[in-house]
């Protein structure tokens, strides 16, 4: 079955991350639940991982509205990545009520920065963004009148 996600790498706190996202949409995490480095062997000819490094995070996946589907990793200077946080990830939700539009939308804006605040919009749509405290940009758009 065909679905849309948003992959997200993060310098180390991926499980911290994703379990602040859960506490917003509710659910479990999907696939194979949490996925470590250190539950397979490392590839043949690669570097050992440190004992810190296989309690990092592979892959997580978590739905969340419309069956969306937010998928993370760590991705640590120890492996060869250096993240970067910039402008580069929007997320956008189209949640079904105004209600639990502001709910998502205060949840996720909840020390992090408010670009605009929810309003009507003149394409007709409840609509705001915000930045939350991982820096993560959300977009947010109900048609409900």
């Known amino acids: 079955m065909a679905y849309t996600s948003t ?3 993060f310098p180390g706190n991926t499980e911290e991350v994703f379990n602040f996202y859960k506490t917003v949409f509710g659910g479990k995490f999907g696939g194979n639940g949490i ?13 050992q991982l440190s004992d810190d490094d296989k309690e990092k995070i592979m892959h997580i996946e978590l739905a969340i ?23 580069n990830i929007n997320i956008m939700l189209g949640p079904d009520t105004r209600v639990e539009t502001k ?3 205060d949840a996720l804006s909840k020390d992090g920065k408010v670009e605009q605040e929810l309003a009507d919009m003149f394409w007709g749509d409840y609509y705001g963004s915000c930045t939350d405290k991982y820096g993560i940009q959300w977009m947010f758009a109900c048609s409900e009148k």
């Open 7 to 9: 992959y997200m790498n």
């Open 35 to 47: 996925v470590r480095f250190g539950d397979f062997p490392s590839p043949e000819g690669a570097p």
């Open 65 to 87: 509205v419309g069956g969306h589907k937010l998928m993370g990793t760590d991705a640590c200077e120890s492996m060869g990545f250096n993240v970067k946080f910039g402008n």
């Open 103 to 105: 709910r998502l939308f």
